[in-house]
């Protein structure tokens, strides 16, 4: 009897509800501990700050909105990345279609491969390439040796003709005999 491991159990999923009921009680938590290290000023003084207290959920979310907290020195330097882009927008009216597009690496790449391969294609035809020189050499003997088979092939068609004429003419003199 071994049991499984962790990974067969079935899972738990946490709904959105208590997700956002907890980071509320930690949000509390948090404040009832700030008001305690205060030492208890907030308890009893001003009703103004407990209404901030209150409010401040949605105050803390909308400073978040308009400025995002700056980590280390970064408040203190203001500092230009070149390397950094910044991304602008721009309007439909902006927008150039008919200018030139700027082609990427590899398209570029592609069009120069076809264009050699184009190139290539052109000098072989015209037989200036090493390849097409091969070729037009093996070609050359090829013809040559087709041309040797077929005049000894006529010359031993001929032989044979001779040979039959002269079997054909020695026929009738041994008849006569």
Known sequence: GRKGGHKGRARQYTSPEEIDAQLQAEKQKAREEEEQEEG?????????????????????????????????????????????IIQTTKKVTQL????????????REEIEKQKAKERYMKMHLAGKTEQAKADLARLAIIRKQREEAARKKEEERKAKDEAAMAGKRLQPLSLNK
């Open 40 to 84: 208890g000023e907030g308890a009893t003084g001003d009703p103004k700050k407990e209404k901030k207290s209150l409010d401040s959920d949605e105050s803390d979310e909308d400073d978040e909105d308009y400025q995002q907290k700056r980590k280390g020195v970064e408040g203190l330097i203001d500092i230009e990345n070149p390397n950094r």
């Open 96 to 107: 150039d279609l008919d200018g030139p597009k700027e082609l990427s690496r590899r398209e």
